[in-house]
């Protein structure tokens, strides 16, 4: 599989690690985690993957994102 990035090129994906666990700010997720040569990236979230938390609130100024899961509010 190849995948588009935002300057157009198309970048191989290496693998996948399925139903990989994760925390944003002690709040545990899980997804599958396409493995892509980003150098300088730990990781990035694609459309998909934020869909499915609902809406959004993006601070631009701040760089943070954040959002409601459960009964609280994620960042």
């Known amino acids: ?3 588009s990035v935002t300057n157009g090129e198309r ?3 290496l693998g996948v ?3 990989a666990s994760f925390t944003i700010n002690a709040e545990p997720f899980t997804a599958d985690l396409f493995v892509l040569p ?3 990236y730990d990781i990035v979230f694609g ?3 934020l869909a499915s938390l609902g809406p ?3 601070d631009f100024s701040r760089l943070t994102i954040g959002f409601w899961r459960r009964d ?3 960042e």
Do not use: D, E, F, N
Request: aromatic content about 14%.
């Open 1 to 3: 599989m190849k995948v």
């Open 11 to 13: 970048l191989p994906c």
């Open 17 to 19: 690690y399925r139903s």
């Open 38 to 40: 980003l150098a300088g």
């Open 47 to 49: 459309t998909q993957w």
């Open 56 to 58: 959004i609130l993006w």
């Open 72 to 74: 609280h509010h994620v």
